[in-house]
DNA sequence: CGATTGACGTACG
DNA sequence: TCGTACGCCAATC
């Protein structure tokens, strides 16, 4: 992990979901059908950040939820291209996460986009910003 | 039931 | 400019 661990605000509640989308049980999975409905959107060859999804749903401060959502796109259908996510700094993060990591390289590669050592070149250039691109 | 982690991001030093 | 710390919200140990 990074570092921090500090203070953690002890308390956890009682809303223990589970299986945020393995029992879509009612209409609650609204975060993250949203994270998979915006991913799904992106155009070939364009990557986006948790952040920038994030900041569209409008939990920003939250880019951390983003990554969960996408922890279980692996069995959501229709395929989720993950791979097309990236954190702000336009490095595979979630490239480990993958069913085979390099499975993330190779989708990118074929899409046309270059990665340099888990980090994708001209990064910016391929930025997909949901909230613009998308726009509602 | 309490503490820690986690595919991130921003602020502060 | 780079490094460390904290915050979000939920899941897992």
Redesign the pocket.
């Known amino acids: ?10 308390s ?1 509640k ?7 989308l393995i029992s879509k049980r009612k209409k609650g999975e609204s ?1 993250f059908e949203d994270v998979y409905d915006v991913v799904r959107q992106i155009p070939k060859g364009r990557v986006t ?4 999804i ?1 900041n569209f749903l409008g ?10 959502a ?5 069995h959501v259908t229709p395929k989720v291209p ?2 097309r ?1 990236v ?3 336009g490095m595979l ?2 490239k ?3 069913n085979p990591p390099s499975k993330m390289e190779e989708q990118l590669l074929k899409e046309g986009i270059k990665v340099k050592k888990e980090m994708i070149v001209d990064f910016e250039k391929h930025f997909w910003d949901p909230a613009k691109e998308l726009l509602l």
């Not at 950040?49 to 920038?52: D, E, F, K």
């Not at 939990?59 to 969960?68: D, L, N």
């Not at 996408?70 to 692996?74: D, I, L, T, V």
């Open positions: 992990m990074k570092k921090k661990k500090a203070t953690k605000k002890i956890s009682k809303s223990v979901q589970t299986d945020p975060f950040s948790y952040g920038a994030a939990t920003k401060s939250s880019a951390r939820m983003v990554g969960w996408m922890n279980g796109c692996a993950a791979h996510v954190n702000r700094l993060s979630g480990a996460h993958f």
